[in-house]
């Protein structure tokens, strides 16, 4: 672990500490901008990567969050269909002003203002996790249930299939 986290990273590690987790920020070497970079950086299963993808509510204009197994595609129509309202993906810009962060680093916690989150169910099937920390190059590890509570997101079912 590097003892000089980047500033947003180091938000992440203090949103936890926040929070009264013990969870550490870990900056790797490579990149885990993608769930399979992540896996592969961090030595453990794809489907342990939980993986933030912001999408823009269409009428509102409101950001949600899906946090989703890195193993997993996320069924965006199943989505509206629950949120009864369309999902347009999100540029850089609109990620970045709802969350604090860049596509690849997007963490599940620590962004300006509360954000609507779904948790893909799936990741309940595995004892640890391993989530973005604000930074493409950061992570941390968590358990589904510290996921849930951090981020108060609803349990669902959010892939194809």
């Known amino acids: 672990m590097n003892s000089q986290l980047k500033e947003s990273a180091q938000r992440v590690q203090?949103?936890?500490?926040?929070?009264?987790?013990?969870?550490?920020?870990?900056e790797l070497p490579d990149s885990?901008?993608?769930?399979?970079?992540?896996a592969d950086a961090i030595g453990c299963e794809v489907g342990q990567i939980a993986k933030s993808i912001v999408f823009r509510l269409k009428t509102s204009n409101k950001p949600l969050l899906v946090v989703a197994s890195g193993v997993?595609?996320?069924?965006?129509k199943l989505i509206s269909t629950?949120?009864?309202d369309k999902?347009?993906?999100?540029?850089?810009?609109?990620?970045?002003?709802?969350t604090g962060f860049v596509i690849?680093?997007?963490?599940?916690?620590?962004?300006?203002?509360?954000?609507?989150?779904?948790?893909?169910?799936?990741?309940?099937?595995c004892r640890k996790l391993w989530a973005a920390a604000g930074h493409p190059k950061a992570v941390f590890e968590l358990t589904p249930d510290?996921?849930?509570a951090?981020?108060?997101?609803?349990?669902?079912?959010?892939?194809?299939?």
């Open 104 to 125: 690849g680093g997007v963490a599940p916690i620590g962004h300006p203002e509360p954000i609507l989150t779904l948790i893909d169910e799936d990741l309940f099937h």
């Open 82 to 84: 629950r949120m009864d």
């Open 87 to 98: 999902l347009v993906k999100a540029d850089a810009d609109f990620v970045r002003e709802h």
């Open 146 to 148: 510290e996921l849930a």
């Open 32 to 38: 885990t901008r993608t769930a399979q970079e992540a």
């Open 72 to 76: 997993n595609r996320v069924d965006e």
């Open 14 to 26: 203090d949103k936890l500490s926040d929070l009264g987790y013990p969870n550490r920020v870990v």
């Open 150 to 161: 951090m981020t108060r997101g609803q349990v669902t079912s959010v892939k194809k299939g």
